[in-house]
């Protein structure tokens, strides 16, 4: 797409800019919000997530989404391959404010869509090294990823990348399963093991770990045993039933301090009555507005990254999986350090 195509649509500054005396691009750090609907129909459009512009690189830019569009680390249902683009689809009806945290991300953040990470779908383990530089590369110039899955095993090279650049972070893992598998049919490497390997190569602080949402049937009695051996606090689903988790998520402030960290959020946390599309839905789960209430209470921690996975289109049709998932990515850039925030609501 054309830079002015970018710069048109996002109705502000021109970017990049050619410098007039250098025959290279030069970027610029400039703020781009989403175009009104007002200018440009909520259908038309490139459909970047939430129609931002598309920019080659994430250089001079505060925040970048990116897609990575893999599922071949699955062990049911596949398909999270298609969610980078069905979560940029349904993100065209985002709008730019938060209307009850009143945060303004456009007005704080320098924001664009960075495309996707350039995946090899015919060997797993080569996705590894591919996005650990690929991520390698957006940390260089201080900018935080919002990752759009793909399958859980992405957020393993993610960490890889954050930890060389921050040491190991707090981690809010927001799941049905503690994806602390060892290995399954001898792989190290599938969307069950991530955190695992994160541990193995001490990506994470783990007295820094809250894993929330986790329910269903396990392969054997004691499988949540390893995480709090690790030091992991763990929030099961039925511990978040009937229940504002805004109290908890104070509690996990504490826990998580100043110190870096990254929110890793799995679409089949919810229950599939919100979220169908997606490889290895469980009952019982969490609900939207707890989703609201867990990234919210993120607000005010130092978070360097995030991302929104297992979000597999074929499993809903109705786009609505992909909707849940790319608002929630716009409330994870809302949580991030440097937003400002207009009036609190009024009336409670
Ligand atoms: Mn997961």
């Not at 980078?84 to 945290?101: F, W």
């Not at 953040?109 to 690929?134: H, M, P, Q, S, T």
């Not at 599939?272 to 490889?279: L, Q, S, V």
């Not at 130092?302 to 608002?327: F, H, K, M, Q, W």
Request: proline share 7%; net charge neutral; charged share 20%.
């Amino acid at each position: 797409m054309a830079n002015w195509v970018c710069a048109a649509i996002a109705g502000r500054n021109l970017f990049p800019v050619q410098h007039p005396f250098s025959l290279f691009t030069r970027f610029v750090k400039t703020f781009a919000a989403p175009p009104s609907n007002s200018t440009l129909a909520r259908c038309a459009g490139i459909t970047s997530m939430m129609r931002l512009p598309v920019r080659g690189t994430a250089q001079e830019l505060d925040a970048c989404f990116v897609g990575i569009p893999l599922d071949i680390g699955t062990s049911n249902r596949p398909g999270t391959r298609f969610g980078p683009r069905q979560i940029r689809n349904e993100s065209v009806l985002i709008r730019h404010y938060n209307s009850y945290t009143r945060a303004a991300p456009f007005e704080s953040l320098a924001v664009a869509d960075i495309g996707d990470v350039a995946v090899n779908l015919y060997n797993l383990k080569d996705n590894i090294r591919i996005i650990r530089e690929f991520y390698h590369n957006i940390l260089s110039s201080g900018c935080r990823p919002l990752t759009m899955g793909g399958d859980h095993t992405i957020t393993y090279p993610i960490l890889q990348a954050i930890a060389k650049k921050y040491g190991p972070v707090g981690l809010v893992h927001v799941d049905a399963h503690d994806d602390t598998s060892d290995s399954v049919a001898g792989e190290k490497v599938y969307h069950g093991s991530p955190f695992r390997r994160c541990v193995d190569e001490k990506l994470l602080d783990c007295k820094r770990v809250l894993q929330i949402g986790l329910r269903g049937s396990l392969a054997n009695s004691h499988n949540y045993d390893w995480s709090i051996k690790q030091g992991f606090r763990i929030v099961q689903a039925e511990h978040c039933w009937y229940k504002s988790l805004a109290p908890l998520m104070e509690e996990v402030a504490t826990q998580m301090g100043p110190g870096p960290v990254y929110i890793s959020f799995d679409i089949d946390a919810l229950d599939p009555a919100f979220a169908p599309g997606t490889g290895t839905p469980e009952i019982g789960g969490l609900t939207t507005p707890q989703a609201l209430e867990i990234i919210r209470g993120c607000r005010g921690m130092n978070i360097i990254g995030c991302d929104l996975v297992e979000v597999s289109p074929p499993y809903d049709t109705t786009g609505n999986t992909a909707l849940v998932g790319a608002n929630l990515l716009f409330e994870m850039l809302c949580v991030l350090p440097g937003v400002k925030y207009g009036n609190l609501p009024l009336n409670k």
